[in-house]
């Protein structure tokens, strides 16, 4: 695998390094690249923790008014592409 040069702050840096000295302690050996590699690997399969935390809310997936639209939509009944806007945009 080609690696990709990746700017990161160096705050960054430096939690990277703590967190795979105190990996060491407890004798789990592993790259950096690999702790980052884990780290997205947790994320991908925990996403929906991951975007509360991002958002910082505390709410759950069925509570986002997005989640809401998407598994109880509106029906508009027969319309076009005005109508649709509308319902959208709030406006024509």
């Given at each position: 695998?080609?690696?990709?040069?990746?700017?990161?702050?160096s705050?960054?840096?430096e939690m990277?390094?703590?967190?795979q000295?105190?990996?060491r302690?407890?004798?789990?050996?592993?790259?950096?690249?690999?702790?980052?590699?884990?780290?997205?690997?947790?994320?991908?399969?925990r996403e929906d923790?991951?975007?509360?935390?991002?958002?910082?809310?505390?709410v759950?997936?069925?509570e986002d008014?997005?989640w809401k639209?998407?598994?109880?939509?509106i029906?508009m009944g027969?319309?076009d592409a005005?109508?649709?806007d509308?319902y959208l945009?709030g406006?024509?």
């Amino acid at each position: 695998m080609i690696g990709v040069p990746v700017r990161i702050h160096s705050r960054t840096k430096e939690m990277i390094e703590k967190l795979q000295s105190r990996l060491r302690l407890r004798e789990l050996k592993i790259t950096q690249q690999e702790l980052i590699d884990n780290a997205i690997e947790y994320v991908r399969v925990r996403e929906d923790d991951f975007m509360r935390f991002l958002t910082k809310a505390d709410v759950s997936p069925e509570e986002d008014p997005l989640w809401k639209l998407i598994h109880d939509p509106i029906d508009m009944g027969k319309t076009d592409a005005k109508k649709v806007d509308e319902y959208l945009y709030g406006g024509t």
